[in-house]
């Protein structure tokens, strides 16, 4: 019979979290990793190794939505979410159970009636072994007696009565604990393997758990710890998503900065993957940036086959190393600028390269953003003409974004420094480390993009103050 995979916990997401609909183009690597963890019977830790903010989360979601669409069975866990429990044995377990069960239907087959009968008594036998751990976790994991009573409790279908009884009898047996840990493997395992014989699903059984680096640092360490010495059994792989650096510091503050964190979490990590890089361009590529709504000012660079504007915010996103989370937070304050000016200020032309680089650099509290002021002729020496020469880098693009808006006095008046019309060379991103990117078409973008004054009025083009002050009124919207 088939698995009951429109009552699975987090079903909806096979709407709203596909790889087909990854906005940072990872389907690639979703599916590889996928098909690398499937074959995995022996019981198994992965942790996805990522920074804040680059998107493990959405990762994880299109991860779970890729298991139960390929009859996989997955539990996904936010950890944040039960930050506030005092054990993590009891978070692990409950969630696991529920979701198992809600993938189970009832069946009236008579071939599958007594395998039926026997998963049920395995759910039940697992719940009961967890109840006898209820004294183990002061040996084990650090885990106190009251917390294996809020285990039990949470597990059991017995009268609290009976729970406690239960738990006063057994707990006073080490020798019983310790034969439960095995037996909570073991059940785990054999709970996998009747879901595959009566529902036809495919092993191992996929849990992820999300969320692990915003949680206190002591309760951090007991999931992983729990997940390593009471979960890992046969058919079932965990995924565990960590900023790794962060962990380590939340290690080191509980066990002191001289402790090798990184050399304990190989204890509990069979294998470490990392997320690709960002693809900014994918991602600001389906956010359909539309600019065509602020009718009442003019906005340049103009947007171009050769160089489209999301081509020129990766550049930018990329030099000032930006996490998504951030990236959705600093789109929001771009367009409340943009709102703002073509609302109060028609007429105005706008540089989107350095009004975008300005809230970067605001939103990281960078030097450079308060050292910026307005500036002329006589404070700096600015060529008439630029020329823009191989490995143009996405420094020297935004430094020449910002003098764009800088007055400079010329022969016949006040007017713009003006770039040459030469042969266009190639523009090569490259960021603080070096990385080199793509060559991309320059000379004549660059001069579009950044020299757009002989035909409007001087007054109309924002200087500095007028950036720093849009910016510092969005600086509000978080």
């Known amino acids: 019979m088939p698995l009951n995979v429109e009552n ?29 963890l499937k074959s995995e019977k022996s019981g198994f830790v992965l942790n996805i190794d990522s920074s804040w903010g680059s998107g493990k989360t959405e990762f994880l979601k299109r991860f779970y939505t890729e298991c139960i669409n390929n009859d996989h069975p997955a539990i996904y866990i936010d950890a944040w979410e039960s930050d506030f429990s005092k054990d993590p044995l009891s978070v692990v377990a409950f969630e696991l159970l529920n979701q198992i069960e809600c993938y189970m239907s009832d069946t009236d087959e008579p071939t599958l009636q007594e395998k039926f009968s026997e998963l049920k008594d395995k759910i039940k036998g697992f719940k009961q072994y967890l109840g006898i751990m209820a004294g183990i976790g002061t040996a084990s994991i650090g885990l106190g007696y009251a917390s294996g009573k809020d285990i039990i409790h949470s597990v059991l279908d017995e009268s609290p009565t009976d729970n406690e ?94 402790f090798d964190a990184r050399i304990y979490l190989k204890r509990f990590f069979d294998r470490t993957a990392n997320l690709p890089e960002i693809d900014f361009e994918a991602y600001l590529t389906h956010k359909n940036l539309d600019f065509y709504e602020y009718k009442n000012i003019e906005i340049y660079p103009k947007q171009s086959t050769n160089m489209p504007l999301q081509e020129i915010l990766t550049i930018i996103c990329k030099s000032h190393i930006v996490g998504i989370r ?106 603080q480390q070096n990385w080199q990117i793509k060559e991309r078409e320059s000379k004549s973008q660059i001069y579009k993009m950044l020299i757009f004054t002989q035909n409007h009025n001087e007054k109309d083009f924002w200087k500095w103050t007028q950036y720093r002050k849009c910016v510092d009124l969005a600086g509000y919207i978080t």
Not at 22 to 36: I, T
Not at 398 to 409: A, E
């Open 165 to 258: 009884i239960l738990i006063d009898n057994l707990s006073k047996n080490y020798q019983k604990q310790s034969k439960a840990i095995k037996k909570i493997k073991e059940h785990l395992g054999l709970i996998s393997e009747l879901l595959e014989c009566v529902y036809s699903i495919n092993l191992p059984l996929i849990i992820l758990i999300d969320e692990l680096d915003r949680c206190r640092p002591t309760y951090a360490i007991e999931m992983i710890e729990v997940v390593k010495h009471f979960f890992t059994t046969k058919n079932v792989v965990f995924i565990i998503a960590t900023d790794t650096n962060q962990l380590c510091s939340s290690i080191k503050s509980v066990y002191g900065q001289e």
């Open 8 to 36: 699975a916990k987090y079903s909806e997401w096979r709407n709203t979290h596909t790889f087909e609909n990854c906005q940072l183009n990872r389907k690639e690597y979703g599916q590889f990793l996928f098909n690398y």
């Open 326 to 431: 951030d990236l959705d937070q600093i789109l929001a304050q771009f367009h409340a600028c943009l709102r703002s000016a073509n609302n109060t200020n028609q007429g105005s032309i706008i540089n989107l390269v350095v009004l975008f680089t300005a809230i970067i650099e605001k939103d990281k509290d960078l030097d450079k953003y308060d050292e910026r002021h307005d500036k002329h002729y006589s404070d700096f020496t600015f060529k008439k003409h630029i020329e823009i020469e191989q490995n143009y880098s996405s420094v020297d693009f935004i430094r020449d974004s910002f003098n764009s808006i800088r007055v400079v006095p010329l022969e016949s008046g006040t007017h713009r420094a003006m770039f040459s019309r030469q042969q266009p060379s190639t523009f090569e991103y490259t960021h």
